[in-house]
């Protein structure tokens, strides 16, 4: 059953415009001039209860607006948005109740308190009992390892401890929809795997549906089989993670460890290389070439080992985004 | 008795919020004990007032005595302390920053969260106007008046009143940062009609009468000279007061609730 239903949803901004200097400066003054940007363009997708869903796309590509509209904060130019049965942008108690977004470097805990008085305040607006707000914050700290930080001022604690102090201020209503814009962002590595194995655990524990933005494909490789790709305010692919390199590129990555080196022009014919160093290369091969190119290379070359893979995913992605369309 | 037991659960429950929110920003005050000091040094102005209204010839013709201006201008001092209102440039700064959009996401009007924020600084301020008002007695002992407890308690309504007035008058000029980002200068707008029309410069007897009449138009005058006499023991209209601030309010929290409601659909998430 779809929890998530979005439909024709777009959003234009006015943005001013200002030319530098002192004339560009008198001339904003006294007619100021603006831009519309569509900042997202007719999307539709849905999505099902319980389901992590990764939304990548580059920066500025409607990602962080999408997830506003989403969760209510602002108000689409076009289209309809359907969470659990609500508008969002109604922001009826009930739907709020349900819904958390959580903005990685963006905070609602209070900066010079610690964290368990933001806790305080919370449960008591969504209105938990004292006795169960304190065995949930005793179950998400745990989940999320936790422990002295909670009573130490948010302002004395690094990045990484904030952040799950973030995650457990933002989960402690106990929300069926969790909105997440970059929740690992400047993370370390240790922090980053933690995060991503506390949602994974809160969404089998509690049926959660996560829709994630991330700029770590760590995150969403680990977390999301469906992927919504979106650029320029469009959406460019919904599906399957594992399908998206089949989408993005035709090509197989073959790495070919030689037994002595040889030269690149040997190996031209074959596809686009990406790396050489002269005993071990890549190539991008295209499939419909593939078992030929093999069977070629291992008949002319003498090969130490061979490896076969799907080209990486940020690399698609990162050339989809730069090149702007599909090939 | 289980009937009292329901009750108090109830009541409990429903006090637990204002509790949490106060207690919290309380404990965050706490944290600016020096800001909070300057803060209430600030608010001096009505006894520096004083010392030029005494002096003044103006007093004397007018028929105001030393003793009443010493009550009104200590009064004012009073009333000034606890009807102290930041809100537009807390809304500014959350709209800014971004931090609005965890507020705006919760199931509380974000109204709440800095009304109880004023009411916590007024709390934490307590001790130190008492320990103000202790110096200005010990210096100026002839200055030292019981109003009666029926005034003092009409005197606390009135300045509870006073403060809710003054803080929808900014809460509801706040909203203005959906529209424009730098709201908070409409408060230095503000801040001319409050310094001459609530009485903090001149008590309004200055004023001649059809500008005096105009004052009492306006919201200012409930805002610190009503409560300030109140206080201070001196004629004043309670009934015609205390309908002035209901009115007021009832219009404020009115067009509050439509320019919030409105503003929202302009909220552009900004910072977040």
């Known amino acids: ?327 | 008795m289980n009937i009292f037991k329901s009750y108090l659960i109830t009541i409990q429950k429903k006090i637990r919020l204002p509790i949490a929110l106060i207690s919290t920003q309380y404990s965050l005050m706490l944290e600016y004990r020096a800001e909070i000091i300057l803060w209430a040094v600030s608010g001096i102005l009505p006894l520096i007032m004083l010392s030029i209204w005494r002096e003044a010839e103006i007093s004397a013709k007018l028929g105001l005595s030393t003793e009443w201006l010493n009550r009104y201008f200590i009064s004012a001092f009073i009333v000034r302390q606890f009807t102290a209102v930041w809100v537009m440039v807390s809304f500014e700064e959350d709209n800014l920053e971004g931090r609005l959009s965890p507020f705006l996401l919760q199931p509380l009007m974000p109204f709440w969260r800095y009304f109880s924020s004023h009411i916590a600084e007024q709390i934490s301020r307590l001790p130190i106007v008492f320990g103000m008002l202790l110096v200005v007695f010990i210096f100026t002992p002839n200055s030292i008046w019981f109003p009666g407890i029926d005034r003092i308690i009409l005197f606390l309504i009135s300045l509870f009143l006073a403060f809710c007035l003054r803080f929808l008058l900014h809460w509801l000029f706040s909203m203005v940062c959906f529209w424009n980002d730098r709201a908070s200068a409409i408060e230095r707008l503000l801040l001319i009609p409050y310094l001459f029309l609530t009485g903090l410069v001149a008590p309004l007897e200055t004023f001649p009468e059809p500008i005096r009449n105009l004052a009492l138009l306006t919201p200012f005058p409930y805002i610190l000279s009503f409560p300030a006499k109140i206080l201070s023991g001196h004629d004043v209209n309670l009934i015609n007061g205390f309908m002035a601030i209901l009115f007021w309010s009832i219009l404020l929290v009115t067009l509050g609730y439509i320019f919030w409601k409105k503003g929202l659909k302009h909220y552009s998430g900004m910072g977040a």
């Open chain 1, 1 to 327: 059953m779809d929890i998530i239903s979005v439909k024709s949803l777009s959003k234009n901004f006015q943005i001013p415009e200002k030319q530098p200097g002192i004339k560009g400066t008198i001339q904003h003054f006294f007619s100021r001039k603006v831009k519309n940007v569509q900042a997202v363009d007719q999307l539709d997708f849905s999505i099902g209860e319980g389901e992590i869903v990764g939304f990548i796309g580059s920066n500025g590509a409607g990602k962080t607006t999408t997830l506003k509209m989403l969760c209510g904060l602002i108000k689409p130019t076009s289209g309809s948005i359907n969470i659990a049965g609500y508008q969002p942008i109604r922001r009826k108690k009930n739907f709020l109740r349900q819904i958390t977004l959580v903005m990685g470097q963006k905070q609602q805990l209070i900066w010079d308190l610690p964290p368990m008085d933001s806790l305080k305040v919370n449960a008591a607006v969504y209105g938990i009992p004292e006795q169960e707000s304190i065995r949930r914050i005793k179950e998400l700290a745990s989940m999320l390892e936790l422990g002295p930080e909670l009573t130490r001022p948010v302002r004395k604690l690094s990045l990484g401890q904030r952040m799950k102090a973030e995650l457990l201020a933002s989960l402690l209503h106990r929300p069926s929809v969790l909105f997440l814009d970059e929740p690992t962002l400047g993370l370390d590595i240790n922090a980053q795997i933690r995060v991503r194995d506390f949602l994974m655990e809160y969404n089998k524990q509690f049926g959660a549906t996560i829709l994630l933005t991330s700029h770590y494909m760590g995150d969403i490789k680990k977390l999301c089989k469906r992927v919504l790709l979106i650029h320029q305010g469009k959406l460019f692919y919904d599906g399957l993670l594992a399908k998206l390199s089949d989408q993005l590129s035709p090509c197989r990555c073959v790495k070919i460890e030689l037994v002595e080196p040889r030269p690149i022009e040997s190996f031209l014919e074959f596809g686009d290389i990406i790396n050489y160093d002269g005993q071990l290369i890549k190539v991008l091969i295209h499939k419909s070439k593939l078992a030929e190119n093999l069977s070629k290379l291992l008949n002319l070359f003498p090969v130490k080992d061979l490896e076969v893979t799907d080209p990486p995913i940020e690399e698609l992605i990162g050339k989809l985004l730069q090149e702007g369309s599909f090939k």
